[in-house]
């Protein structure tokens, strides 16, 4: 997803990104999975769709461990 989303090409980065998230899912794995879905929020964001981008954004604060604290808040905004 990263690289379609480097190269503007948004349309085939979020399938990338939503198999990816049903992979990290599947594993467990809460920190990646939170990872994908910034990146995730970055991609609708730079196709214009800033509902999405938020959703995405908002998901991956409830994914991140310790969510709620302000160093899993400032991780996830990091990647933004």
Known sequence: GYAYH???R???S???YRLALQLLRAVGDRVAEAD???RLGDTHQAAGQP???NQAWSEA???RPGNGT?????ETL???
């Open 6 to 8: 480097r190269l503007g």
């Open 10 to 12: 948004h349309d085939r």
């Open 70 to 74: 302000r160093t899993a808040r400032d």
């Open 36 to 38: 994908t879905l910034t």
């Open 14 to 16: 979020v399938p990338c």
């Open 61 to 63: 604060l409830a994914a």
């Open 51 to 53: 509902e999405l981008a």
């Open 78 to 80: 990091s990647f933004t």
